[in-house]
C-alpha cells in the first residue's frame, strides 16, 4: 500500500528522465542561493504575486470563485471572511495556511501532527473545523453528464484504517529522510501521492496535498513555491495532472503502483517553477521577460479585469511596458477593452 515500505524503495524505478530532472532542480537549487544575495527585492516582490496566484489557483482547483472586489479583502487585505460564504472561507484557509508554512517551515516537520495542524489552519473557518480524519468513506469518483456518480475512480483508504495509514506514511518518511539512501527530491512526490490516495479527511485533501508539496520543497532547500505559484503551474496543467494521478494510482493498494508518472509530472511542474523564476530575476534587463510577465497575468485573471489587477501581479514591471504590453495583445486579438480610462474594464477573448 505505502510507497514508503522497504520492498517497494528497494526496488525504485528511477529511468533516465528523472535523473535529468533532478540534475537540473539540483543546479537551480545553487543558483537560488545566488538571487538571494543578489536580487533580494525582486524576491520580495515575486512572494507577494505568488501568494495571490496560489491562494487563487488552487481555489479554483476547488472551484471556489469569488468576486475580485472580494478576493482584494480576504486575500490582500487579509479581511476576515463571512462564516455562511463557503467561497470566502476556503479562500482564508488556504491563506493563512500557505502563509504558515512560508514563515514558519524551518520549524515545521512534516510529522503527522504537523500536518494534522496544518489541516487545522486550512478548516479553522469553516463550521466543521479541521484536524481530524474522516469518519466515513470518501472514494474518488467520475461524474457523469448530470452531476451524478458515473463510475469509481479509486477508492481510498476506509475510514477505519486512516489513522494507521497515516502513521505508516509518516514513519516510512522519516525513515527513509534518515537513512539519506534515495534522493530526497524523490520522496516528495511519494509522499503526495500516497497522501492522495489515502485521502484522510472528510474535505481539503487537495488543497492539503499543494501546502505539503510546498512545505517538503521548503525543508528540502527548494524554495522556488515561495516565489513562483507551483498551484498556478498545477492548474494551468490540471489534465496532465489528473491523468499522471491515475497513471500512478493503479494497483497502489497491493504496492505494485508505478511511481514514474506522477514523479515525473510533480518534478517538471517545480522545473517548470524554476525556470520561470529564473526568467522573472533578469526581469530588470529584459524587456521581453517583462512583456511574457504580463501575458502570463492575464492568462491567471478572471477573464474580466482591470489594468489594476494586472499591475497587482506585476509588481516588478512599469505601468507604460504593462499598457504597451497589453496593447500588443489587444492586436494579436487575446484581450479587448470595454470602455475606456483607467475605470475600463478589459476582457480576455482567448
Known amino acids: 500500500m505505502s510507497s514508503f515500505s522497504p520492498a517497494y524503495l528497494s526496488r525504485l524505478p528511477v529511468p533516465p528522465r528523472l535523473v535529468r530532472l533532478l540534475t537540473a532542480l539540483a543546479e537551480f537549487k545553487g543558483k537560488q542561493t545566488l538571487w538571494t544575495q543578489t536580487k533580494p527585492e525582486v524576491l520580495r516582490q515575486l512572494l507577494k504575486v505568488a501568494v495571490i496566484e496560489s491562494v487563487e489557483s488552487s481555489s479554483r482547483m476547488e472551484r471556489v470563485e469569488v468576486g475580485p472586489q472580494t478576493f482584494r479583502d480576504i486575500v490582500l487585505k487579509a479581511g476576515e471572511p463571512e462564516a455562511e460564504s463557503r467561497s470566502q472561507t476556503e479562500l482564508a484557509g488556504y491563506r493563512d495556511a500557505l502563509t504558515l508554512i512560508h514563515e514558519n517551515a524551518a520549524d515545521m516537520p512534516p510529522t503527522e501532527n504537523v500536518l494534522r495542524q496544518l489541516h487545522g489552519r486550512l478548516m479553522r473557518y469553516t463550521a466543521a473545523g479541521g484536524g481530524n480524519y474522516k469518519s466515513a468513506p470518501n472514494d474518488i469518483v ?151 510577465m504580463v501575458e502570463r497575468a492575464i492568462q491567471s485573471l478572471p477573464a474580466d479585469f482591470r489594468l489594476a489587477d494586472v499591475e497587482e501581479r506585476c509588481p516588478l514591471v512599469s505601468r507604460d511596458t504593462i499598457r504597451s504590453a497589453m496593447a500588443k495583445l489587444q492586436r494579436d486579438g487575446v484581450i479587448t477593452c470595454l470602455g475606456r480610462g483607467r475605470a475600463a474594464r478589459w476582457q480576455r477573448l482567448k
Open 142 to 292: 467520475e461524474q457523469d453528464g448530470n452531476g451524478g456518480v458515473a463510475r469509481i475512480r479509486f477508492r481510498t483508504v476506509s475510514p477505519a484504517l486512516t489513522g494507521t495509514a497515516m502513521a505508516k506514511l509518516h514513519e516510512g518518511l522519516a525513515r527513509a529522510l534518515a537513512e539519506d539512501e534515495i534522493e530526497p527530491l524523490l520522496l516528495v512526490p511519494l509522499y503526495v501521492h500516497d497522501l492522495l490516495c489515502i485521502h484522510p479527511f472528510a474535505d481539503g485533501n487537495g488543497r492539503m496535498a499543494r501546502l505539503m508539496t510546498v512545505l517538503l520543497l521548503h525543508r528540502l532547500g527548494y524554495e522556488v513555491g515561495r516565489y513562483i505559484s507551483l498551484e498556478r503551474i498545477i492548474e494551468a496543467t490540471k489534465d496532465t495532472y489528473y491523468d499522471s494521478l491515475a497513471a500512478s494510482d493503479r494497483h497502489w493498494t497491493n504496492g505494485r503502483h508505478d511511481h514514474v508518472p506522477f514523479t515525473e509530472y510533480l518534478l517538471g511542474v517545480v522545473l517548470a517553477a524554476y525556470r520561470q523564476l529564473e526568467e522573472n530575476t533578469r526581469i530588470d534587463l529584459d524587456h521581453g521577460a517583462r512583456a511574457r
